[in-house]
């Protein structure tokens, strides 16, 4: 599994339709796409929402990032994220 992060901006239609049930439908759709929201965040400023969600590879990370988008109103921009623990081990001898 690959980690993604998804930054999320809410449109003046998706902020009326916030509810626990639509946070339900959004954990169902990225768990369909073989995913888990491993954590997720509500803003204050540019960016109003951010998920970490772990997802098989960046075809499902793509798929899910515009089915997400489709279904709850809010515009994702979906970012690759790798671990420093990855990182460091994949910058040895560059």
Do not use: C, W
């Not at 509810?19 to 768990?31: G, H, P, Q, V, Y």
């Not at 515009?66 to 040895?92: C, H, Q, R, Y």
């Amino acid at each position: 599994m690959a980690t993604y992060i998804m930054f999320g901006k809410y449109s003046l239609d998706s902020i009326r339709q916030i509810s626990e049930k639509r946070t339900e439908k959004a954990n169902e759709l990225i768990r369909k796409n073989g995913g888990e929201i491993k954590s997720g965040y509500s803003l204050l400023g540019k960016t109003d929402l951010v998920l970490i969600v772990e997802l098989p590879d960046s075809e499902h990370a793509l798929k899910t990032s515009i089915a997400l988008s489709k279904l709850l109103g809010i515009s994702f921009t979906t970012a690759p994220a790798v671990s420093m623990e990855n990182f460091d081990k994949l910058m040895e001898g560059v």
